[in-house]
């Protein structure tokens, strides 16, 4: 840390949100957010070069250099931090930084970030990664709903549902461990494509009513499963099988169509919760069994000739 008179410099570590809008790059009067391990910091970047190169990238990590001014002697309050440089980092730790109340539903960012992590297959993480470092995704993915009326049809909808089917899928028994993986991957990306399906008051686009959800997720993944693809063909194909909403099985019962069952239930399961537990009708969930709701058992009848006079 250097200190003048004036200034103060810092260093500190993060990840810089926000999307590539050209009309604002140099808009000297734009504020941006840059986070620190769930916190974030408004502030200012007066440079539309360096805005332009950080927010041409997925969300990575940089050191930023900050200029911030003197909280004392009578300085303006208002007055916000300034990045001023930022060196590019390596790591894929990069969703950890991510704010926690981004998804306005508590403790659901920071499960799902836990479920990435804990995929210990290093290209398939890396996909996952990729697909929720995006930018588009990170702005829209976390507060949408999942739909417009149907289910999870509230701000961070879409991001509840996800992690609810994605924690089914990562409880099953009888799957191999790469099996797992890959059926939570698999929840977590479901639904991905809806971030690109709808208008901002929960409309179906044109593309969407064209291809539907599943088909415009997979189109836009087909980049980063490629990258799968080079390390793990498998695992690509069967995400691709999961993502297309298809489900079409196959003569030998191979692995993807296994899974891709697994998903719609699961799938299946999570909407009927929201729709049962928000609506109370219009969707019959099975009850727990309980001891009170035993059915008396019948009377025995005596055919005539055997009552006593």
Request: proline residues 6%.
């Amino acid at each position: 840390m250097t200190n003048t008179n004036h200034l103060t410099r810092t260093m500190t570590e993060g990840i810089l949100l926000g999307e590539n809008d050209r009309s604002h790059l140099w808009d000297l009067h734009r504020t941006w957010t840059f986070a620190h391990e769930g916190e974030t910091t408004t502030c200012v970047i007066p440079c539309g070069d360096l805005l332009q190169t950080i927010l041409n990238r997925p969300l990575s990590n940089y050191i930023f250099h900050v200029i911030r001014w003197p909280q004392n002697h009578g300085a303006d309050q208002s007055l916000l931090p300034i990045i001023v440089h930022a060196d590019p980092l390596s790591g894929d730790d990069v969703l950890r930084h991510l704010p926690l109340d981004l998804c306005p539903i508590e403790g659901v960012l920071g499960a799902i970030v836990d479920l990435i992590d804990s995929l210990e297959i290093r290209p398939l993480r890396q996909f996952v990664q990729h697909v929720f470092r995006r930018r588009d995704v990170a702005t829209q993915f976390w507060t949408m709903p999942a739909a417009a009326k149907h289910h999870h049809a509230f701000r961070g909808g879409l991001a509840a549902h996800t992690l609810e089917v994605a924690i089914d899928l990562a409880r099953q028994g009888s799957l191999e461990a790469h099996e797992r993986e890959l059926a939570i991957a698999g929840g977590l990306l479901h639904d991905i494509g809806k971030v690109w399906s709808y208008t901002n008051d929960m409309f179906p686009n044109t593309a969407s009513r064209a291809m539907g959800h599943e088909l415009i997720g997979l189109s836009r993944l087909e980049e980063p499963l490629k990258i799968l693809e080079e390390s793990w063909p498998d695992g690509a194909y069967a995400m691709r099988v999961l993502l297309n909403g298809s489900g079409r099985k196959r003569h030998d019962g191979s692995l993807p169509s296994a899974l891709f069952a697994r998903l719609r239930a699961a799938d299946q399961r999570s909407c009927e919760q929201d729709r049962s537990r928000i609506r109370g009708t219009g969707v019959w969930v099975p009850k727990a069994w309980s001891a009170s709701d035993r059915r008396p058992a019948p009377v025995a009848l005596h055919k005539p000739d055997d009552l006593a006079f």
